[in-house]
């Protein structure tokens, strides 16, 4: 079967972009944030310098792997959708549950070994330009000298690896458990039922985020720095557990949105109502980005916000870790728009051929457009509204527990940022590949995608 994996990539590389881009990404991240670890135990190092530098590695390198592991898992999920056609004439040819599953690790493994090899050099540049926006900032002094070794290659390909298997197990074990009649109609239809797994693994973060949460504005009220990092785990835990249950809740959110939709675009809204109806599962693929990046980053910076209005004057160590997590909110930031950006065009342009169907029975390609750009706001807005119930899950805990006040004195001006930021990306990523998609005639279309 790893022959067969090799003869797929070489055939379907196209394909494998969007899981290439987010491990290559994902890879030059974490090594940069490893190679901070080398530099701090370089030999003379001050020890102030050195905490630091290796606390920075720890925080960003735990989260690191599991944003990383959505990221890859979120594609490769897509890709065996897309691919259920080919995975049914595979078991009906004699290939067990087994072989498939081995089919596609092995594509993996050849993906996530090739994009962590060529993220070396990217990583060491990513980690020296790193290094000196810390000194720039003061945060560790101008002298030190960069180190780029073991653990930047150890822990940044290691945890590439990790967060790869983490996601490939659960891909590789969804595709494997379809029949060849599954197989044959998932592309085409939206199961009803979210699995088990989902649903047990969503309510664990949920009941995390709620967790550190209560704890925040209870027991950790005067604990400093410790408080915030439990109200920005707060966000980061109900985001993952939102993200898991993207299908549910898109689900929850189509006959809330689908009439006002309806009722403001008339035949190019009834269109998205009904694709948000029937493809809640491949919505939940962009919703899941879109999420994590509105309830961390918006989380993290509101949270950044409160402790600077709790300070009348910072002190050295306040100033060290807002530096810090802004350069962690910047990482997830940039790579939840990656994984946006990556599924967004990956799910449009496999439906050319459901475009070319629409053509073809009278639909006019502005049609088709509005019909995709209203899909899309209607997915950006589900987000939003999970997305901002994860950002507050940590924001609120962690005012009451520094000010006394549930409702934090920041105005809206860095949520407005987010929002506006996540529509330019989501709209010109899901436009740009829809008007790419339709360009092809419709009947060539649907012949080629048929």
Do not use: H
């Given at each position: 079967?790893?022959?067969?994996?090799?003869?797929?990539?070489?055939?379907?590389?196209?394909?494998?972009?969007?899981?290439?881009?987010?491990?290559?990404?994902?890879?030059?991240?974490?090594?940069?944030?490893?190679?901070?670890?080398?530099?701090?135990?370089?030999?003379?190092?001050?020890?102030?310098?050195?905490?630091?530098?290796?606390?920075?590695?720890?925080?960003?390198?735990?989260?690191?792997?599991?944003?990383?592991?959505?990221?890859?898992?979120?594609?490769?999920?897509?890709?065996?959708?897309?691919?259920?056609?080919?995975?049914?004439?595979?078991?009906?040819?004699?290939?067990?549950?087994?072989?498939?599953?081995?089919l596609i690790i092995g594509e993996t493994a050849v993906v996530t070994a090739v994009a962590s090899v060529l993220a070396i050099p990217a990583g060491y540049l990513?980690?020296?330009g790193l290094l000196s926006l810390l000194a720039s900032a003061d945060r560790v002094g101008a002298g030190i000298d960069y180190?780029?070794?073991?653990?930047?290659?150890?822990?940044?390909?290691?945890?590439?690896?990790?967060?790869?298997?983490?996601?490939?197990?659960?891909?590789?074990?969804?595709?494997?458990?379809?029949?060849?009649?599954?197989?044959?109609?998932?592309?085409?239809?939206?199961?009803?039922?979210?699995?088990?797994?989902?649903?047990?693994?969503?309510?664990?973060?949920?009941?995390?985020?709620?967790?550190?949460?209560?704890?925040?504005?209870?027991?950790?009220?005067?604990?400093?720095?410790?408080?915030?990092?439990?109200?920005?785990?707060?966000?980061?835990?109900?985001?993952?557990?939102?993200?898991?249950?993207?299908?549910?809740?898109?689900?929850?959110?189509?006959?809330?949105?689908?009439?006002?939709?309806?009722?403001?675009?008339?035949?190019?809204?009834?269109?998205?109502?009904?694709?948000?109806?029937?493809?809640?599962?491949?919505?939940?693929?962009?919703?899941?980005?879109?999420?994590?990046?509105?309830?961390?980053?918006?989380?993290?910076?509101?949270?950044?916000?409160?402790?600077?209005?709790?300070?009348?004057?910072?002190?050295?160590?306040?100033?060290?870790?807002?530096?810090?997590?802004?350069?962690?909110?910047?990482?997830?930031?940039?790579?939840?728009?990656?994984?946006?950006?990556?599924?967004?065009?990956?799910?449009?342009?496999?439906?050319?051929?459901?475009?070319?169907?629409?053509?073809?029975?009278?639909?006019?390609?502005?049609?088709?457009?509005?019909?995709?750009?209203?899909?899309?706001?209607?997915?950006?807005?589900?987000?939003?509204?999970?997305?901002?119930?994860?950002?507050?899950?940590?924001?609120?805990?962690?005012?009451?527990?520094?000010?006394?006040?549930?409702?934090?004195?920041?105005?809206?001006?860095?949520?407005?940022?987010?929002?506006?930021?996540?529509?330019?990306?989501?709209?010109?990523?899901?436009?740009?590949?829809?008007?790419?998609?339709?360009?092809?005639?419709?009947?060539?279309?649907?012949?080629?995608?048929?």
């Open positions: 079967m790893f022959r067969l994996a090799l003869s797929s990539l070489r055939f379907r590389a196209s394909g494998f972009v969007a899981s290439f881009i987010n491990v290559f990404l994902g890879a030059t991240l974490l090594m940069a944030f490893a190679a901070m670890y080398d530099t701090g135990n370089a030999p003379g190092v001050p020890d102030g310098d050195r905490e630091g530098l290796t606390n920075m590695t720890y925080v960003v390198g735990g989260w690191g792997i599991l944003i990383a592991a959505f990221g890859v898992a979120v594609t490769m999920n897509l890709s065996v959708r897309q691919r259920a056609t080919e995975i049914a004439l595979l078991k009906s040819a004699g290939a067990t549950p087994a072989q498939i599953g081995l990513a980690g020296r180190r780029f070794g073991a653990a930047a290659l150890g822990l940044g390909i290691g945890n590439t690896f990790v967060a790869a298997a983490i996601a490939t197990f659960v891909t590789a074990r969804r595709a494997a458990g379809l029949s060849t009649k599954d197989a044959l109609t998932s592309a085409s239809t939206d199961s009803r039922k979210l699995g088990k797994g989902r649903l047990i693994a969503g309510a664990l973060f949920l009941l995390s985020g709620t967790n550190c949460a209560v704890l925040t504005a209870t027991l950790l009220a005067d604990e400093g720095f410790v408080t915030e990092a439990v109200a920005g785990q707060a966000c980061i835990s109900t985001s993952i557990g939102f993200a898991f249950l993207g299908p549910l809740l898109m689900r929850l959110m189509a006959p809330v949105l689908g009439p006002v939709v309806r009722a403001v675009s008339g035949s190019s809204g009834y269109l998205a109502g009904v694709n948000i109806r029937q493809r809640a599962s491949q919505s939940a693929g962009v919703l899941m980005p879109i999420i994590l990046f509105v309830g961390v980053v918006a989380g993290s910076l509101y949270l950044q916000s409160v402790q600077n209005n709790a300070s009348v004057v910072q002190s050295a160590d306040e100033k060290g870790v807002e530096t810090l997590n802004l350069v962690i909110v910047g990482m997830i930031a940039v790579f939840a728009a990656v994984v946006l950006i990556n599924v967004t065009l990956a799910t449009t342009m496999y439906r050319g051929r459901e475009f070319g169907q629409q053509r073809l029975i009278g639909a006019t390609p502005p049609q088709v457009m509005r019909m995709l750009g209203f899909e899309t706001v209607v997915t950006v807005v589900t987000g939003l509204v999970f997305g901002t119930v994860a950002a507050l899950a940590g924001v609120i805990p962690y005012s009451i527990a520094l000010t006394g006040d549930a409702v934090p004195d920041i105005g809206p001006g860095v949520y407005l940022v987010v929002i506006a930021v996540l529509m330019v990306v989501a709209l010109a990523a899901n436009l740009g590949s829809g008007w790419r998609a339709i360009r092809r005639p419709a009947l060539e279309a649907v012949a080629v995608n048929g």
